[in-house]
């Protein structure tokens, strides 16, 4: 994987990382993150859900230059786990329902955990290609 690559996964993970802490933020009512004031305690809301959703989508357009096959699908379907687990934890949180552990891991894994494994299986995808190209030749 040449080195261009290379950073567009890894910025594509910082992106990530990026828009699921500010939903996060909001969803949870957080005025902090790590001790500093969460971003849309600083910029409001609204421009907090712009700006986050502009990043998706700049995170989008990373993988889609990319060209690779799966890596759209493999980019849709981790942004869904995080969101689904996202979507668990507040269902808990607003039900006053507690999960058992299994679930509670279960989630945790698919909401907080889901973004390294992103960049490993979009990482993976171009070392098979590459694998395969050599082998080839």
Same mark, same amino acid.
């Given at each position: 994987?040449?080195?261009? #690559? ?15 802490? =500010? ?11 790590? @001790?500093?004031p969460a971003v849309h %305690?600083?910029? @409001? &809301?609204?421009?907090? /859900?712009?700006?986050?959703?502009? &990043?998706?989508?700049? *995170?989008?357009?990373?993988?889609? +230059?990319? #060209?690779?096959?799966?890596?759209? *699908? ?10 689904? *687990?996202? %979507?668990?934890? /507040?269902?808990? =949180? ?6 058992? &552990? ?9 909401? #907080?955990?889901?973004?390294r494994p992103m960049s490993? +299986?979009?990482? /993976?995808?171009?070392?098979? %290609? /590459?694998?395969?190209? &050599?082998?080839?030749?």
């Amino acid at each position: 994987m040449n080195k261009e #690559k290379y950073f567009v996964v890894n910025f594509q993970l910082e992106l990530c990382i990026i828009l699921h802490c =500010r939903f996060d933020d909001i969803q949870d009512n957080s005025i902090l993150r790590r @001790g500093f004031p969460a971003v849309h %305690a600083i910029y @409001g &809301v609204a421009s907090t /859900i712009n700006d986050a959703n502009c &990043v998706h989508f700049i *995170g989008l357009n990373r993988v889609q +230059s990319l #060209k690779h096959p799966k890596a759209i *699908g493999l980019f849709t379907q981790h942004l869904l786990d995080i969101y689904h *687990g996202q %979507a668990m934890e /507040i269902y808990w =949180r607003d039900n006053h329902t507690c999960p058992t &552990v299994k679930e509670y891991k279960e989630i945790a894994k698919r909401s #907080k955990d889901m973004v390294r494994p992103m960049s490993i +299986s979009l990482l /993976i995808v171009y070392l098979v %290609a /590459i694998l395969l190209m &050599v082998a080839l030749f």
